[in-house]
């Protein structure tokens, strides 16, 4: 177990977040010149095991830390990783997994789909336990906001599984942004094409009446959560949750944290004023349960500091980013990645960190690379697991901790609860969390938990 006694408190500057204060006493558990000694392991405990979260496990594992426990709904679907840690103990109930093992836990994996992200993480923490929590960080604006007070409130270190944050190639895109590389950044067009028989589930909406028999393998309330009870169907169970409302989040909510997350981080964005969704061969009375074929979602954030507002475009499914003037005949812009627009250039990336970033035009690019590009300001790190395990042993933040991770998940939601408006304006306060021009899009920040359930 990790020794996290020796410890002195002081002030840490952390980046601000959902109109919270900018300055924050990380308490001294957390933040300290000493560290564990050098036996000292972290004992960490995997929650939704079966598919990226098991993933996560096998990172953080592979980085040191003691797999001392596995929980998981469906004990068919986790066997595999069962199997792969024999010595960790197996649960359905990850309260009776933190009830039980509470001394022997140090942090949690979670990897759950996201509509069960946020009463896991909040346990946890609460309970004193440090989090990494697979993207999107909620499933609701009210969740986000509450897991961000939480870990401004609890001593433990958060890290979002954006994986991509803890690259080189994130690191250069901000360098070059601070550089004025490309000029003063004015528009971004970003998005995904990947899996859209997954994101968009218009084929099945006709099959949800049809009835299951529950497998005896799966929890299924269990896995059902907080939101409100439907019967079970294997149109959900696993993997395709992520194209149904009551449960996923999307295109936008799947790949937002990874693909907007070189813009966010290097031209310090946090809440929009305004969001406008508009969506292809859907009807968002008629087909409520699922996400359009194609949406082109635009974000209106206002001028900060010495950067001007910042227009940047969403697309994904069929709505693809549009090829811009200055690219050559033969280049088409990417399937998944952004294109960041500056007075003089252009940078172009692809997703996961900003992978394969390159300046555009050829000329510019020549002046800030190689010998001439622009010095390291951002330390680099070995890769996002570490960071937060090395974040724990060290007593510092991870990242993309959750005042980071936070802020770019909710601007995702919002993006995903505009698509249920399409065609119309929401413009949002961020102090009061609201949209002040939509009433009925308001019902969707802070949707209801099902009894029994509660954050």
Excluded at 284 to 307: C, N
Aim: glycine share 10%; hydrophobic share 40%.
């Amino acid at each position: 177990m990790l020794n996290t006694s020796k410890i002195n408190r002081r002030k840490f500057l952390v980046r601000s977040s959902l109109a919270l204060p900018l300055f924050q006493l990380v308490p001294g558990r957390v933040l300290g010149a000493d560290g564990p000694s050098a036996n000292n392991r972290i004992n960490v405990a995997g929650i939704g095991i079966g598919s990226q979260g098991g993933a996560d496990v096998d990172a953080v594992a592979a980085e040191g830390a003691n797999i001392v426990a596995l929980c998981d709904v469906d004990d068919d679907y986790a066997a595999k990783k069962f199997a792969q840690y024999p010595k960790a103990k197996r649960f359905k109930d990850y309260r009776v997994m933190l009830d039980q093992m509470h001394a022997g836990i140090d942090g949690v994996v979670i990897g759950t789909p996201d509509h069960t992200h946020a009463v896991i993480a909040m346990e946890a923490m609460k309970r004193g336990k440090h989090v990494y929590c697979e993207k999107p960080l909620a499933h609701s604006v009210h969740e986000v906001r509450a897991l961000s007070a939480a870990a401004r409130q609890h001593p433990v270190v958060t890290q979002l599984g954006n994986q991509g944050h803890s690259s080189g190639d994130i690191r250069r895109i901000h360098e070059w942004i601070s550089a004025g590389a490309i000029g003063p950044v004015h528009t971004v067009h970003a998005g995904c094409d990947a899996f859209p028989e997954v994101y968009c589930q218009l084929r099945n909406l006709d099959k949800l009446a049809q009835t299951y028999e529950v497998p005896k393998h799966l929890d299924y309330d269990l896995w059902i959560g907080p939101v409100p009870f439907r019967p079970y169907t294997p149109l959900w169970v696993h993997w395709n949750w992520r194209g149904w409302m009551p449960f996923g989040t999307g295109t936008i909510g799947d790949w937002f944290c990874h693909v907007i997350d070189p813009t966010f981080w290097a031209l310090d964005l946090d809440a929009p004023s305004s969001v406008h969704a508009e969506v292809s061969d859907y009807d968002p009375v008629k087909h409520q349960l699922t996400y359009p074929p194609g949406t082109r979602v635009t974000f209106e954030f206002p001028a900060k500091g010495s950067r001007g507002p910042i227009k940047l475009v969403w697309h994904d499914g069929t709505k693809r980013i549009p090829k811009p003037e200055g690219f050559a005949a033969d280049e088409n812009p990417p399937g998944t990645g952004a294109i960041l627009f500056g007075q003089k250039g252009m940078i172009l990336h692809g997703s996961h960190g900003g992978g394969g970033a390159r300046i555009l035009p050829d000329a510019l690019s020549d002046q800030h690379s190689g010998q001439n590009a622009p010095p390291r300001t951002i330390p680099r790190v070995k890769n996002h697991a570490w960071d937060w395990l090395e974040a724990i042993r060290t007593r510092r933040e991870a990242g993309s901790h959750f005042g980071y991770g936070a802020p770019l998940t909710q601007a995702a939601l919002l993006g995903a609860i505009a698509i249920r408006f399409a065609g119309q304006t929401l413009r949002w306060d961020d102090q009061s969390a609201r949209f002040t021009n939509h009433a009925e899009a308001n019902a969707f920040v802070n949707p209801p938990y099902r009894d029994g359930w509660k954050l």
